[in-house]
């Protein structure tokens, strides 16, 4: 997959200050012994550019960006200085009733969830929040064992379900299976609801079957209940995300493994979920430079999901929807101010064009590592054949990181984001994709400080500030509002909502409104792309979600 590489020169002119002339020679031979370092440490392979399509290629060059730092924000690229002004706010109010007190008998609720471990995730959160809406007893989610990537995991074998059933015992009633009737276990009525059903939605359309069968199981639950719900049920979302929903300890063991062996190389590292797959991009419709290799190759894969419009390369790029290229993102990170010496760990599947595809990244950050450098095969070996699994170690990790850099909006992308604001508001970075494109496009006609400066002004906005307002679509999982207080001033202890909270409505209405698209899929569990994908019928666009991972 990979494209032969070509050099490129390097047109651009350093001004040096005047040296005495005993000295200039040495001076001189110096300087050209680092360019022609930089030169040959950067130069690129052959259509390894980001650009739009109909051939066009953006072509890297050696800026001299290493010399200095260049960054405005200093130790804000860490930290924002107002992270320590908030904090997570998810108890539930006087007005939340028990749970002994609310559950009717002979009211259960099974779930049969759907996609890859972050979007299985949402469904177990929403499948407590449907429970209570009903005011059933919820059993223990049945996690999809049947798609593509074939992880055979149930949730005990991910989840600590102690920890689950125990720290919700007072807003759910939860058990591991339904209780048999005349020593029989009963067949549960299944049935489908629409995404984003609201409390209303399941009062209508839930309650009834529940009433009268007694036992329902909701199928492919991924995305069926509303973001709009009011303020206790948006708190109890996040006690179950933030606080009861806990990796089993083999994998908290391993994951920390993982993390104390970053500490060691580095005291603080970024973690980047780089989201560079083959079915990812062939998802997108965008075009990465590859030339006609790339197009029939992702276009071959493409052709297999039958309900995706035609692809417009250039202008899925203009709008922001193309992920950035493995380079882009290291340019990205060395413009806002990140050096070479920082250690990165990338959590990712199958990076199209392999090596190739990573070495200008590998060359603007070195210190690159994952799990599989991390870790010898003797360790991973117990995860290794479970994808979920896998993926959960990748979310520790990120979890962990002094720095979360996501190249998408996908499930994982959201539901870390929506933790590291709950905890602390850590820094996480979003490509802003729709301005850096023509930055991109005309990076070679400006010095580096000023492709710098323009990068950092673009950014702005997309650092994971705690009052930043995401534009354009948004989950709850993302953007947890309702579950995040300010400190007041002057008063230790006190608080008040968070100011964004209200954004929740607008969100939803963007969010209805839009596309499906490439980044509702998250790195982790790979896309389905064997003939069952042909069999989808369901006009809406958001079901091919239910053909995906996350």
């Known amino acids: 997959m990979g494209t032969r590489r070509r050099r490129h020169q390097h047109h651009g002119r350093w001004v040096v200050p005047a040296v005495a002339p005993a000295a200039a020679a040495f001076t001189a031979a110096g300087l050209l012994l680092v360019v022609v370092a930089f030169h040959c440490f950067l130069s690129p392979p052959l259509g390894g550019g980001g650009g739009g399509g109909g051939g066009h290629r953006v072509v890297r060059r050696p800026n001299p960006p290493f010399l200095s730092g260049g960054s405005k924000l200093g130790e804000e690229l860490w930290a924002s200085k107002l992270a320590s002004n908030f904090f997570g706010c998810s108890n539930a109010t006087k007005a939340f009733a028990d749970a002994k007190a609310v559950t009717e008998p002979n009211r259960y609720l099974m779930i049969a969830t759907s996609g890859g471990l972050n979007q299985q995730r949402t469904g ?7 429970a209570r809406i009903l005011n059933a007893t919820l059993v223990i989610p049945n996690l999809d064992q049947k798609s593509f990537w074939k992880d055979a995991s149930d949730f005990a074998d991910i989840f600590d379900v102690e920890s689950f059933i125990s720290s919700l015992s007072n807003d759910v009633k939860i058990i591991r299976q339904v209780p048999d009737r005349n020593g029989k276990t009963p067949y549960p009525y299944k049935m489908r609801i629409p995404r984003k059903c609201t409390a209303k939605c399941y009062e209508n359309r839930v309650l009834p079957a529940l009433l009268k069968k007694h036992v329902v199981q909701l199928t492919k639950f991924d995305y069926r209940v509303s973001n709009r719900l009011e303020t206790n049920l948006q708190k109890l979302r996040c006690r179950v995300n933030y606080h009861a929903l806990q990796f089993t300890d083999p994998i908290l063991k391993m994951g920390e493994m993982l993390v104390q062996r970053m500490r060691a190389k580095s005291g603080r590292f970024i973690a980047l979920h780089l989201r560079f797959e083959p079915d990812m991009l062939a998802f997108s419709g965008c075009y990465f430079g590859g030339g006609e290799i790339e197009r029939r190759e992702l276009g071959a894969i493409r052709k297999r999901w039958k309900t995706l419009h035609a692809s417009n390369p250039d202008r899925e790029r203009r709008h922001g929807k193309c992920p950035l290229t493995p380079e882009e ?3 990205m990170l060395r413009a806002l101010g990140f050096g070479k010496d920082v250690h990165i760990y990338v959590a990712s599947g199958e990076v199209y064009g392999g090596e190739e595809t990573l070495a200008p990244l590998k060359a603007l950050f070195p210190n690159f590592h994952s799990k599989e450098t991390l870790a010898s ?6 995860f290794l ?3 979920s699994r896998m ?5 520790i990790v990120c979890d962990k990181s002094d720095v979360f850099v996501t190249n998408n909006n996908g499930n994982m992308a959201r539901m870390l984001a929506g933790r590291r604001r709950y905890f602390g508001h850590k820094r996480t970075i979003r490509p802003n994709a729709k301005k850096l494109y023509s930055l991109f496009l005309n990076r070679t006609s400006m010095s580096w400080e000023t492709f710098s400066s323009k990068v950092q002004t673009l950014q702005k906005g997309f650092m994971g500030e705690p009052n930043e307002i995401k534009p354009g679509r948004g989950e709850f999982h993302e953007h947890p509002m309702d579950c995040i207080c300010a400190k007041t001033k002057g008063r230790s202890g006190h608080s008040k909502p968070h100011p964004s909270n209200r954004i929740g409505e607008a969100m939803e209405k963007r969010a209805n409104d839009g596309e ?3 980044r509702d ?12 994908s042909s069999n989808e019928t369901d006009s809406d666009m958001h079901e091919l979600e239910d053909m995906v991972s996350d």
């Open 521 to 532: 899929l998250d790195y982790g569990e790979n896309t389905p792309l064997g003939r069952d």
């Open 391 to 395: 993926a959960a170690l990748d979310y």
């Open 124 to 130: 177990i959160i929403d499948a407590v929040v449907a």
């Open 516 to 518: 499906f698209d490439w």
């Open 385 to 387: 054949s479970f994808s």
């Open 329 to 331: 993102v290291g340019l």
């Open 377 to 382: 095969k003797e360790e991973l070996a117990p």
